[in-house]
């Protein structure tokens, strides 16, 4: 039993080395969860084109026990792993498991795996590592996030649409078309060939028409007009600042942010 207990001991400081670590393989371990990430979003863009065939809802099944494992040995790494457990990041990943395992009742919620790379690229251990690893993600770090925020927003409205209609409503036959309205309706555009049916349908409309166009304005600003700008200061490394800063919030030092003059 103390064998035992010493080599479960030794696995999980192995496995809390590859999640928390910073030599190179703890990097590559890390680097291999975001590519199996990606490629499980890539999975969720094919699956609508797969319909509901028996072998998309096997690789759903083998995604989502490989996603059950990876959590558990994860959540037992956890110092304080309660505290994990009741976190959003933990149960967004708990429901995009579900969505995977049942298929049959939760399919359509399957959208939800993509909330799974947000997380990622928001651990402070990933942005660490591709600071010191990429030259080129240090220069475009916050156009890289404020991209996959506005992607995330979208894919989230398009599959809330897409989950919704698409029984009820027959302009809504596939996830395109759930595109395609969101698109229209939040970029303002509005063609008028495709409308949501039901009162539930409106009710929709109307939350993405008065909420979802502010927020997809703001998040294009953020990207294509930021307010704020990475310069690091001098005296206290106050590293953001306004885009139209003089001097830092912080310390009051005059900063010299290159700018073109717009």
Known sequence: MVFEGMATTGLREKFQALYFGDDRRSR?????LIGFDVATIGVFLLAPFGGQQSWMIALDLFIGVLLSVEFGVRLWVQRRPLRHLFSLTAAADLIVILSLLLPVFLENLAFLRIARAL????????LRDLRRDSAWFRQHEDIIQRTVNLGVFIFIVTSVVYVTQHN?????ATYVDALY?????LTTTGFGDITLTGPGGR?????IMVVGVGLFLRLLQAIFRPNKVRFECPSCALLVHDLDAVHCKHCGIVLQIPNEGL
Do not use: E, G, K, Q
């Not at 590559?28 to 291999?32: A, G, M, N, T």
């Not at 997380?119 to 990933?126: I, Q, T, W």
């Not at 309205?181 to 309706?185: E, G, L």
């Open 168 to 172: 009820i409503n027959p302009h809504i």
């Open 181 to 185: 309205f969101t698109i229209t309706t």
């Open 28 to 32: 590559r371990f890390r680097y291999s």
């Open 119 to 126: 997380r990622l690229l928001r651990s402070y251990h990933l």
């Open 203 to 207: 009710l929709l409309a109307v939350i």
